[in-house]
């Protein structure tokens, strides 16, 4: 996820880079393949290179796993400790190609640099290097004496190596094209390769004759293998297809003169992508196929495809890297897969169910460890803390529940569930034990010191949907997909009840504070209370409008909280089972709640992908991350000190502080882009409209909402504050269908019947310091009474094309910052134009009136700002060094400062008007390049200037001793807070 919020830093990063930390993805093939057990994931931890790997190869003992990248390093694994024996350093650039000789004593790598070097396996010292081709060296094999090694590249030949001389014994020539894929048979007596021709060829290496050509593709094959008993070739290439070929000459080959003519095909199979790599298992029985999934020029997750070669049937796809899978290798004993590629994991694979297990997923960004991501295969469905609050174990819709240590952000244990994916999982709270269920129908009980199965509870007919154990620990809920829930003694196992009075799946369950009762939802649209004594249904809550998504208990027990799909949250008397109130509806689904220990808060996870904080003394939203995740919240997950929360959505989890990350804050309720400002006079009022067409009344003093906003239609709102902070004005942008302009009472949002006539034309808006008049602009100036006064006054004089109006203090003018550059001023009392003030090159686009009502400040699309003298019409002074069309100007109400705002940039600038200079500049630090501020206003005693923009309302500390105004500083001052 790359997001960032100005209020909510999360604390796992915003995306993965490009540096790699494990070497190779580890698939664990149980030996006999007859079993397939519940138990600890045990996988290598391989975490050292930093780049794509391009060969991997086992050591005959399969001890050792060699892997080779684009890092220009090789490196030697302990498998069993799953760390680093040697470095293998002297390539310069990447090295493509290793092959591990026969009596394991040699590795060969072959580069980018287009050397072979030789390596001593036992401590890693160089042997020799190996130069001959012209281009680098993409494929490395040792014949089966280990005498002898091949290779080949794009330099389109393939060269036979002494390996003890270090020379070069033969090269064979003349195919024309590069070499991408060698071979050679068990017996060593012959040598397979494939390349940019599209034919496989078979080299007899005893007569040193021409190549027999035993297949041919129509696309570029990318790699070539040999059946472990040498009677098969399989190749594979782009024109995603894996086939099989014989190497025994037919009868219409043995003929010297039809070499040319390719074998008979014994098997094709389609993979659905282009194949890497190719590696038979040792007994010969299984063919593993690196699949590229990816179109030209992009990225998506490779696929090992295992095909039965008996069958020549796709028997699974393994999945776990990120992106393309170079190569694949099997250990000799055929227990296990090794595969490296550009993003990596460690996994294991069960050879009977075929279960991908993963157990760490990277590569991790550069960074402290609490932005490595903690990203999953699947989708994030279930996490809980362990009641140490030190690991989150989650769940993804896969077989593995993994255990993920906090303070490094790595896996530290896993758990394989034979019966399939797991859903739904739940610590006990001793921390002793976990339950885990899902695909197969049952939960289990795991002891979590041994990892071990303690016990199988089996009743449902459906999948495990959602699992609770009680405060006390001695009893565990199921719910499940077949709309029942079943209520478990965990000490005997015993089923004490079954309620089964929902008609579709349960979502979600939740114990009473005194485990007396239990509270459940389900995808049926309601919420229910259950007796635990009885089995009795106390209650059916039906309020929602589609499905209920999760429900929870305040800690007295008096109110249950349930949230749905149909975007409410409710809350329900436990009582008497009347509704005690609904949080207010949003526009999006509402999933997971928690509610916060020892405060009237709660934070709920939505289908928008944010995260929201909201008070439950009086409904208001307190904070909100509006991109926590890019899909929907699936799980939410409070550690036992209530100080850190796990959110699951998409495949990540991510953690978050809940007294920083999620801390109240004023404007919280901010959600969308701010385009218009005002204050009242007194300061305690505070009105905003934000681009989705929203109008929202602030008290300023608790930086709260009033009242519940009122949602206009979606696009620019104008908007106007009468000095008394009674009347609101709004209008909509006259370009939209239906556009008008309203009146408002401020502290209700009610509409108030106060016009007379309907407007027409009106594009920006005003009031008359004593609020008896609306001043609009458009085709015509004109003054609007409200209520008793006179309808219509109509000033005289064509405007042209309107973007602002002010009225100064004293009421008697009128100015408009129009299209044509020209600032027009009018004359309230004589209805009249009074004159106008040239000097902008471009259109002006915001006017505003000093404290005094002597002086006129405007703004223009040619980035200036100008001061006039109103009575005599003239300029005073240009301040320059915006960097775009000025937005929005205000005067601080002694005048000594002027804020003025720019399009294309979130810097506020500060202007001394005495001294016409800048004086200071405010701006986020993490704002964007193309993040704006687009209004201003300063509060009654101009300690505070509140901004609107792309990042929502801010206030930002102006008082006379903010370090924001000290001489020449440009760095932003802490911003204030409106709370008392």
């Known amino acids: 996820m790359r997001w960032n919020d100005a209020t909510a830093r999360p604390r796992v990063g915003p995306g993965l880079h490009r540096a790699l930390i494990l070497a190779c993805l580890a698939f664990r093939l ?57 470095d293998l350093r002297g390539h310069d650039g990447e090295v493509r190609s290793l092959a591990v000789s026969p009596d394991e004593k040699t590795i060969a790598t072959g580069g980018a640099d287009k050397t072979i070097r030789l390596w001593n396996t036992a401590d ?57 894929g060698l071979a050679t048979s068990s017996t060593g007596n012959h040598l397979a390769s494939a390349g940019d021709d599209r034919i496989i060829r078979l080299w007899d290496l005893s007569d040193g004759g021409e190549p027999r050509i035993i297949g041919r593709i129509d696309a570029k094959l990318c790699c070539v293998a040999f059946s472990p008993d040498g009677t098969r070739v399989a190749a594979g290439g782009l024109d995603k297809t894996v086939r099989i070929w014989p190497t025994d000459p037919t009868p219409e080959n043995q003929d010297p003169s039809t070499r040319r003519r390719p074998s008979r095909m014994v098997a094709a199979t389609a993979v ?85 297990r993963a157990s760490w997923l990277g590569p991790w960004p550069e960074g402290p460890v609490e932005n490595r991501p903690m990203r ?128 579709s799946a349960i979502t979600h369950l939740a114990f009473a504070p005194d485990d007396k009762a239990l509270a459940t939802s389900s995808l049926d649209w309601t919420a229910k209370l259950w007796d635990l004594d009885s089995g009795a249904m106390r209650r059916s809550f039906d309020g929602h409008g589609d499905s209920v998504e999760s429900v929870a208990f305040t800690p007295d027990g008096k109110t249950l909280i349930s949230t749905g799909r149909d975007g409410s949250t409710r809350f329900w008397n436990v009582t008497d089972g009347t509704e005690r109130g609904a949080s207010r509806k949003q526009d999006v ?18 289908t928008d992908g944010a995260i929201r904080r909201w008070s439950m003394a009086d409904d208001q939203l307190e904070s909100m991350s509006a991109r926590a995740h890019a899909g929907p919240i699936s799980t939410l997950a409070l550690s036992p000190d209530g100080n850190v929360l796990a959110s699951g959505g998409g495949h990540e989890l991510k953690l978050w502080i809940v007294k920083t990350d999620l801390a109240p804050r004023p404007f919280a309720a901010v959600v969308a882009k701010v385009t218009s400002l005002a204050i ?17 009344v602030w008290n300023l003093p608790a930086g709260r909402e009033r009242v519940m906003p009122v949602r206009l239609a979606a696009g620019e ?128 686009t915001v006017v505003a009136f000093a404290p005094d009502g002597k002086t006129l400040a405007s703004g223009s699309s040619d980035t200036t700002v100008r001061l006039w003298d109103v009575a005599g019409r003239t300029a005073i002074a240009t301040l320059e060094g915006s960097k775009g069309p000025i937005t ?70 102006v008082s006379p001793n903010s370090r924001a105004l000290a001489p020449g500083s440009n760095s932003p001052p802490p911003p204030a807070d409106p709370r008392p």
Not at 130 to 142: E, S
Not at 277 to 285: E, Q, T
């Open 589 to 606: 689904g509402v999933g997971l709640v928690v509610i916060l220990p020892g405060e009237q808060a709660m934070i709920t996870g939505s």
């Open 680 to 696: 009242s006079a007194d300061g305690k009022t505070l009105a905003s409209a934000t681009a989705d067409g929203v109008v929202q």
């Open 888 to 957: 929005a100007l205000a005067f601080r109400p002694d005048g000594a400062l002027l804020a003025s705002s720019s399009r294309g940039d979130a810097t506020v600038r500060l202007w001394d008007v005495a001294n016409r200079r800048l004086t200071a500049k405010l701006a986020s630090p993490a704002s964007a390049p193309t993040e704006e501020t687009t209004s201003l206003a300063f509060s009654a005693d101009g300690g505070t200037l509140y901004t609107g923009g792309d990042r929502g309302i801010t206030a930002w500390d």
């Open 272 to 356: 659905g992508g282009a194949v890497l790599a190719l590696a038979f298992a040792p007994d010969g029985k299984s063919l593993a196929a690196s699949v590229s999934n990816a179109p030209p020029g992009a990225s998506a997750p490779g696929t090992i495809v295992i095909l039965d070669v008996a069958t020549f049937q796709v028997r699974n796809r393994l999945q776990g890297h990120l992106s393309d899978v170079y190569s694949v290798a099997y250990s000799p004993d055929g227990g296990t897969l090794a595969s490296g590629g550009d993003r990596c994991v460690r996994l294991n694979w069960n050879n009977v169910s075929q279960d991908v």
């Open 124 to 180: 890693g010292q160089a042997k020799g290097v190996l130069t001959g081709h012209t281009d680098a060296v993409a494929a490395l094999v040792f014949i089966s004496d280990g005498k002898t090694l091949a290779s080949g590249g794009p330099d389109a030949t393939i060269r036979l190596w002494d390996v003890a001389a270090m020379h070069p014994t033969k090269t064979l020539e003349g195919l024309g094209v590069g070499v991408l």
């Open 717 to 844: 709102v104008q908007m106007a504050l009468s000095a008394d902070g009674k009347r609101l004005a709004t209008l909509l942008n006259a370009s939209q269908q239906g556009s008008s302009l309203r009146i408002w009472d401020a502290t209700t949002l009610e509409p108030l019947d106060l016009l007379a006539v309907e407007t027409v034309g009106a594009r920006r808006l005003a009031f008359t310091p004593d609020g008896r008049f609306l001043a609009t602009a458009g085709d015509t100036v004109g003054l609007w009474g409200l209520g008793d006064e006179t309808p219509v006054r109509r000033l005289k004089g064509a405007p042209g094309f309107v973007r602002s109006i002010a009225v100064s203090p004293d009421g008697d003018t009128v100015a408009t910052a129009g299209g044509d550059g020209a600032v027009m001023l009018w004359d309230v009392p004589e209805k009249s134009f009074r004159g106008s003030l040239e000097g902008h090159t471009h259109s002006a």
């Open 376 to 503: 999953h295969l699947g989708l994030v469905e279930a996490a809980a803390f362990t009641p140490d609050g030190r690991a989150v174990i989650t769940a993804s819709g896969d077989p593995e529940v993994r255990f993920w240590d906090l303070a490094t952000h790595e896996v530290r244990r896993g758990l394989h569930d034979s019966s399939g994916a797991v859903h739904a999982i739940a610590v006990s709270p001793d921390g002793k034990r976990l339950a885990t269920g899902g695909e197969g129908k049952m939960v289990k009980i795991w002891d979590l010191e041994t990892g071990r199965v303690r016990a199988t509870r089996a009743s449902h007919l459906g999948a495990i949907t959602c699992l609770a154990y009680s405060h006390d620990g001695k009893t565990l809920a199921s719910g499940s997909r077949d709309a029942s829930v079943s209520v478990w003694n965990d000490a005997t196992g015993e089923e004490k009840l079954t309620l089964a009075r929902h008609t």
């Open 30 to 86: 149980l030996a006999g393949g007859v079993r397939a057990e519940d138990g600890p994931i045990d996988s290598i931890n391989p975490k050292g290179n930093s780049g794509r790997v391009l060969a991997v190869a086992f050591t005959p003992d399969g001890k050792t796993l060699a892997t080779a990248g684009s890092e220009g390093v090789a490196k030697l694994w302990d498998v069993a400790k799953g760390s680093v024996r040697f």
